[in-house]
């Protein structure tokens, strides 16, 4: 059995990657594939609970990325490592470059504790593909003033966005192999035009 594939979405809050989530996941459908899409924090009953935790309790910083982690490894032992397995391809909402760009970079969690974390839960994956939904702050920004209960990271400041989004290119530019850098800034047209390229390039 071949091994599926493992593809993230990323980016700051209010870059609109949730918006193409579906558009990218009918795409691999469209070719006969079986595929599960997930999301993080989350994915499994206990990573919800976690979610939960996370995103709207106030706690340390080490607390906040332990637990992330925590759930990540639920999520990697229960959800992504059998489907992959068995062939199929997953699709999550957010992954580890997640925990480097908010703990790492917006809160300022020291990037050698996350490698030692990261190491330790999935030492041995990392997804084929990640799509990084790249926008300016202001975009960003005026995408969350018209959202209703925000959690805890999406009514943070501006210098923590920007933090992040620094830590979210940095990653890309260590990574090229992997990362696709999308301008969500152009109309979802444009942006899904880009999308289908790629997915056809994987799928080929």
Same mark, same amino acid.
């Given at each position: 059995?071949?091994?599926?594939?493992?593809?993230?979405?990323?980016?700051?809050?209010?870059?609109?990657?949730?918006?193409?989530?579906?558009?990218?996941?009918?795409?691999?459908?469209?070719?006969?594939?079986?595929?599960?899409?997930?999301?993080?924090?989350?994915?499994?009953?206990?990573?919800?609970?976690?979610?939960?935790?996370?995103?709207?309790?106030?706690?340390?910083?080490?607390?906040?990325?332990?637990?992330?982690?925590?759930?990540?490894?639920?999520?990697?032992?229960?959800?992504?490592?059998?489907?992959? !397995? /068995?062939?199929?391809?997953?699709?999550?909402? @957010?992954?580890?470059?997640?925990?480097? $760009?908010? *703990?790492?970079?917006? #809160?300022?969690?020291?990037?050698?504790?996350?490698?030692?974390?990261?190491?330790?839960?999935?030492?041995?994956?990392?997804?084929?593909?990640?799509?990084?939904?790249?926008?300016?702050?202001?975009?960003?920004?005026?995408?969350?003033?018209?959202?209703?209960?925000?959690?805890?990271?999406?009514? !943070? /400041?501006?210098?923590?966005?920007?933090?992040? @989004?620094?830590?979210?290119?940095?990653? $890309?530019? *260590?990574?090229?192999? #992997?990362?696709?850098?999308?301008?969500?800034?152009?109309?979802?047209?444009?942006?899904?035009?880009?999308?289908?390229?790629?997915?056809?390039?994987?799928?080929?």
């Amino acid at each position: 059995m071949q091994r599926g594939k493992f593809i993230t979405f990323e980016g700051i809050d209010g870059a609109g990657k949730s918006t193409h989530i579906q558009f990218v996941s009918d795409c691999i459908r469209a070719r006969g594939i079986d595929l599960v899409s997930s999301r993080e924090p989350g994915g499994t009953p206990l990573g919800e609970k976690l979610r939960e935790l996370v995103l709207h309790e106030t706690m340390h910083l080490e607390t906040e990325a332990l637990l992330m982690f925590a759930s990540r490894r639920e999520h990697v032992a229960q959800v992504i490592a059998p489907a992959l !397995e /068995r062939g199929a391809w997953v699709i999550s909402d @957010r992954f580890t470059d997640a925990s480097f $760009a908010y *703990q790492g970079g917006g #809160r300022g969690l020291a990037l050698s504790k996350l490698e030692a974390l990261e190491q330790w839960v999935h030492p041995d994956l990392q997804p084929d593909l990640t799509f990084l939904f790249d926008v300016p702050l202001d975009v960003a920004r005026a995408r969350l003033d018209a959202t209703r209960d925000l959690d805890k990271f999406e009514k !943070e /400041r501006a210098d923590f966005f920007n933090a992040t @989004r620094n830590e979210y290119l940095r990653r $890309a530019a *260590q990574f090229p192999q #992997r990362f696709r850098v999308i301008d969500s800034s152009r109309t979802i047209p444009e942006i899904q035009a880009e999308l289908r390229a790629i997915m056809e390039s994987l799928c080929a």
